[in-house]
């Protein structure tokens, strides 16, 4: 069985930083590219970022670039560093696994981020 849990949110003020994680198990952590996504209220699930397993290549949203940044560390987790929130980035984030982008098999449970104004 896999499992993937996310962790790390919360609420923050505008400017703010959060750091989500990814716990993985049940899978080949090293030969999956991991990914974040989110969905806000009344809104459809988008790609928020990705890493791949081989060479560790990373994957930005135009929405997030320059301000989050993706990381995987054996043996298990990949994490969500989120800098300069923005009252958009409100929303719940959910960490994916999949062999071969831009497919992803496996989702968590997803972790809410609310950014106050």
């Known amino acids: 069985q896999v499992d993937l849990v996310e962790s790390g949110g919360g609420l923050v003020q505008v400017g703010g930083s959060l750091r989500l994680s990814c716990a993985a198990s049940?899978?080949?952590?090293?030969?999956?590219?991991m990914g974040w996504f989110r969905q806000a209220p009344g809104k459809e699930r988008e790609f928020v970022a990705a890493i791949t397993w081989i060479a560790s290549r990373t994957y930005y949203a135009e929405s997030v670039k320059g301000r989050f940044t993706i990381s995987r560390d054996t043996p298990n987790t990949v994490y969500l560093q989120m800098d300069s929130l923005k009252p958009e980035d409100t929303a719940v984030y959910y960490c994916a696994a999949g062999n071969q982008l831009p497919v992803y098999d496996y989702w968590g449970q997803g972790t809410q981020v609310t950014v106050s104004s």
């Open positions: 049940g899978l080949t952590f090293r030969r999956n590219n």
